[in-house]
């Protein structure tokens, strides 16, 4: 037993009066019991009748209504503190509701709010303002004395009527109640700070590590019936309060009218843990130092946010603050170089005692990640002006907390502090550390942890981050351009057919019309075989760039060879197996791109790469006018074989450097620093919620099994299948131009133009569809571009008419790339079912070519049968993309009322998305992906 132990047993009764006197309770900061459930005085039944019903008064607009009918009630019939602190509660809700309650912000409250409220709160020495006091404090009811219990707990009242918003107010009211003796107890150990008590200070250190942890696990219990997304736009709107509101529509605040002429206008900041009386309580007997004022424009003399918010707190809950800190310092004691072995227990336990804090600030970091951050991306702004909707697309760093802050940075700077708390000033020589230790230290945990290395970037500083992103994503969009030359070359080599046929190759081999549409359509036989096999082998190999580049040089030779057939049978053969080659690189390229970007950046990628092959279409033509205009006859081989050769060694030589310059995946990908690969793989977690990884429990055929139990992906496959029918006008665009009337060199010439406006209207419609995040409209709209294109082809024969249809069909391609991009975030983890996904629908789609090929053998007419054929293949597409659409809309219903998973998420993966996200546990990164909604 301590020697000084019995002194503290007189002084306890003197601090039990202490406590009282500061409103302090065996529940903390809550009232001792219960808070009344309704105010007894019949007077003020026109307040109760009103927050009684204050969900449906919001629900259907009515409650500013509500509110200017009630009678400007007096505040002298309240007697008791409890009355005091109920008619608050009630006002602060009025007050928020009647802000918040409409399509737009309420800029004027009336008298009937504002005179009551101004006395009340006067009494009460807090603002007029929903606080953290009316909101937690004040707003219960308990069927049992412990207030810890949450199934025993409710609110009096909620903006929403949710089972989210409750359960977010009582969470809080359970923390608070928790620390309920851990507060005498720190008071003890600050009293024995002056006679050098270390039992009895290691004794309390320890119960508040305790105590913090237990708060921590309760903070966690949020995630089990607090919606995220509920949380976010319907219930954290009505928190906010008039301070740093501008964009949400308060420039001036909120005018405070008193009637009769007077009143003001108020900045006020909104409902917020922050206040909570608690947290700053471990904050001084820990002896934390907070600096940052909230709002990334700290001055000189200025005060702190956590200074600012005790003009939150009740007033005897913010002079025990003050108390407190007044008192002795653990940490000043603790920060002593340690003789004995007391001392040294002493700086453990004060260690672990700011550790649990941190950790617990770090939970909160978290929590804010999932029900604010992460919902504000996704860029819904419909409903009411509020904090939700000015939110909208913002990052963390961009944030508007309700209390006012920048978000991120000042949750990020507390943190912070708190860690910087723990590292004592004086400590054994042994242990003493360089002041950057604890940086080196975490640098070597994530060298000894490879799972977990973008960890590392969840912590970086909010600049630095953005200015690694930005060099990564720059380097990456240099090496990908390199994915649009090979497209280029990639349907060069499978398309050049149809210019060679303008030259004599359908001549020279003896093809009959027939011979000559299996020549084309045999390629996409061994590119349908190919490609799910190719897409589940690349998905789990490490080096993917070597893979595409190695397929790439044999295609190029495959081509080649094409120059040298003679006849039917060794064009047949040479097509099948060219298809066969190049069935690795789309899916492939597809896949690797949405390893790297996230689903707001892919649509715009896809375009750029997809622009390789509309520039071919192009390109083609005026490679194919050059070499047929000017190599007929050279060496004694006819021109066309020549426009293989030559496109074959083009091909050949590219691949070579592609195997130096492609991208890898994010882990492990050459040419980028650690921290840009650390960044690279936090986005793709934070973009979907989960680590783009695959469970090392499961087998190759893992993403097989789950691709096609897949209904959504069946839909799909037909549905772009038709597209693929419709748009199969491509291989044949030569010989519609020819229907022009002109001669082979300008009808290869005329043939560029369309291609280039394609590329054009497919880069804008894709910027466009990732800005809006919206897929459906960008790809019907392009179809009915080219819809209007060939029914003015059928409908005239004008040259000039004609040719400008072709640049409208043409554009038609614009909405094909959105498609593909639709394919990935429709099918975002886990990877290996992504990856047979997009092989499965791409290689179906194929035989779309293969009966393309057929469908313009319909000479008759200009073709006009053939353009009968695609505009009813692109009706088709329309309501194929449609239904898939309401099934998505369906989808996202059942995951906001948690009825459906979008994909099932395997331990070890889990395990991976909680290390790099800081997390405590698998089971909390699991809870990460309930933010997912599919992109409609």
Known sequence: ?????????????KLTAELKEFAVTSNAFLPEHSPLKQLPDPYYEPWELVIQH????????????????????????????????????????????????????????????????????????????????????????????????????????????????????????????????????????????????????????EQLKSCIDSVGVLLERMYEKCDPMTFYYKIRPFLAGSKNMEAAGLPK?????????????????????????????????????????????????????HDIVKDYMPGPHRRFLTHVARKGSIRELASQTPSTPAQERLQAAFTAATEALTVFRNKHIQIVTRYIILPARSGRKDGPQNLASSSS???GEELTGTGGTTLVPFLKQSRDETSEAGRLESVTMADQAKPDDHVASAKLSVES?????????????????????????????????????????????????????????????????????????ILYVGYILMQVPSNMF?????????????????????????????????????????????????????????????RRELTKRNAILFCGNLISNAFS????????????????????????????????????????????????????????????????????????????????????????????????????????????????????????????????????PPWVFSCIVSVINAWHSDRTQEKFWHIVGPIGIGTTGFIISMATENVAARYLALFLQAASYAGFIVFYSWISSSFPRPPAKRAVAIAMINAFSQLGNVAGSYVWDLKENGYRKSYGIVLSMFGVTVVGCYIFRLVLIDLNKKLERGEANAWETRQDVAAHTAAVEVMDSPDEALRMKRDFRYLI
């Open 1 to 13: 037993m301590s020697p000084h132990a019995v002194t503290y047993q007189l002084p306890r009764i």
């Open 54 to 205: 204050l969900p449906a008064l919001i629900k259907y607009f009515d409650i500013r209504r509500a509110v200017d009918t009630l009678p400007v009630l007096s505040t002298e019939r309240l007697r008791s503190e409890a009355e005091w602190r109920r008619a608050y509660s009630i006002l602060a809700f009025l007050t928020h509701a009647y802000v918040w309650g409409g399509e737009k912000p309420a800029q004027v409250l009336p008298p009937q709010i504002t005179v009551p409220f101004l006395a009340v709160s006067q009494h009460l020495e807090l603002p007029p303002v929903l606080s953290y006091a009316a909101a937690n404090l004040w707003n219960f009811s308990s069927s049992s004395d412990d207030f810890t219990d949450l199934d025993h707990l409710d609110t009096l009242h909620t903006f929403t009527g949710t089972e989210s918003e409750k359960w977010f107010l009582l969470i809080s009211v359970a923390m608070e109640a928790r620390a309920g003796t851990i507060i005498p107890k720190m008071m003890e150990a600050l009293e024995a700070v002056k006679t050098r008590d270390y039992d009895v200070i290691i004794s309390a250190l």
């Open 253 to 305: 605040g909120v005018f405070y009218d008193e009637g009769n002429g007077k009143g003001e206008w108020r900045h006020l900041r909104g409902g917020s843990n922050g206040q909570s009386s608690l947290i700053q309580f471990f904050d001084v007997v820990l002896g934390v130092e907070h600096i940052t004022s909230g709002n990334n424009t700290e001055k000189a003399g200025e005060r702190s946010y």
């Open 393 to 395: 697309k913002k990052n």
């Open 449 to 521: 942890h490879p799972e977990s290395r973008a960890a590392a970037a969840f912590a970086m500083d909010s600049q630095h981050r953005q200015a690694v992103e930005k060099s990564m994503k720059r380097k990456l969009d240099t090496r990908c351009a390199l994915f649009v030359l090979i497209y280029i070359m990639n349907y060069l080599d499978r398309n050049n057919m149809a210019a060679a046929r303008l030259k004599g190759l359908q001549e020279d081999l003896n093809l009959s019309y027939n011979q000559y549409a299996t020549c084309l359509s």
């Open 538 to 598: 690349i998905n789990r190999i490490q080096r993917p760039s070597l893979y595409i580049s190695a397929a790439m040089l044999l295609w190029g030779l495959i081509s080649t060879l094409s120059g040298s057939v003679h006849n039917f049978a060794g064009m047949v053969c040479i097509r099948f197996f060219l298809g066969f080659v190049e069935a690795a690189f789309l899916p492939g390229a597809l896949l690797i791109l949405s390893k790297w970007y996230t």
């Open 621 to 752: 033509a005026l490679v194919g006018a050059g070499v047929l205009s000017n190599m007929q006859g050279v060496l004694g081989h006819a021109a066309w074989r020549w426009l293989f050769w030559i496109e074959g060694a083009i091909t050949m030589s590219i691949a070579i450097s592609a195997a130096f310059i492609l991208p890898d995946l994010p882990h492990n990908s050459r040419g980028f620093t650690e921290e840009e690969r650390q960044v690279a793989q936090l986005r793709m977690i934070e973009d979907v919620g989960e680590a783009d990884e695959d469970s090392s429990e499961e087998s190759a055929f893992y993403g097989l099994k789950l691709a096609v139990k897949d209904l959504k992906i069946y839909i799909m496959m037909l549905t772009f299948t038709a597209y693929v029918v419709g748009l199969s006008f491509n291989a044949f665009f030569p010989s519609l131009t020819e229907t022009l009337g002109f001669g082979y060199v300008p009808t290869l010439l005329m043939s560029a």
